[in-house]
């Protein structure tokens, strides 16, 4: 089983919607954890990185929040525009084993 | 300053055949890590070097494995090709190591492999 899970899949919104994706995981203790934009054949680009004892952090329209009570984080995106069709990785580094744990990605389609 | 830089970009090996691929950091990053990206596994993590020594290294067999020189450049070998090897590699840098807190990594355009 992942030990980062990402929800949904695949989501489609309009140009101007917001939306929430949804990482759920089960890595612990955890010292940090990352959202990333990959765009269709390029490397990530970091959004947002959270130590364990930050709630919030936000980047432009860009907002992931953080629950390490529920093992809960999530990224809100704001009046979103064409440009923001990418994937979106939720990344979780174990505090023990120091390795970077990827989660499958959301893929996210905004149409005009 | 430029990025991440990657070569090659795009190449193709037959089964049993070996290949390396190349990464030039971002200037004054000393930690260079590597990662593996397929539709069906996701991006994983492959090993970190940090000052010429292998920081940290994930799950995969000793086929994979990589270097880094002392002007921060790395390579990264494998060996005996086999079919679920194609993927795309990314390379990513950073000033320290790559799962510090507080400490973005840069990640390159990656070098897509198919192997046949």
Redesign the interface.
Known sequence: KNQVEQSPQSLIILEGKNCTLQCNYTVSPF??LRWYKQDT??????LT?M?FSENTKSNGRYTATLDADTKQSSLHITASQLSDSASY?CVV?GRDT????????TRLQVFP | KAG?TQTPRYLIKTRGQQVTLSCSPISGHRSV?W?QQTPGQ????LFEYFSETQR?K?NFPGRFSGRQFSNSRSEMNVSTLELGDSALY?C?SSLA???A??????????SWLTVV
């Open positions: 010292s940090n054949g390029r490397g990530p680009v970091s990185i130590t990785i580094i120091d390795k970077l744990i990827f989660g499958t990605g | 991440v890590s990662y996701g991006l994983q993590f940290n994930g990314l990513a190591g790559s799962t807190s507080g400490n973005t990594i840069y990640f390159g355009e990656g």
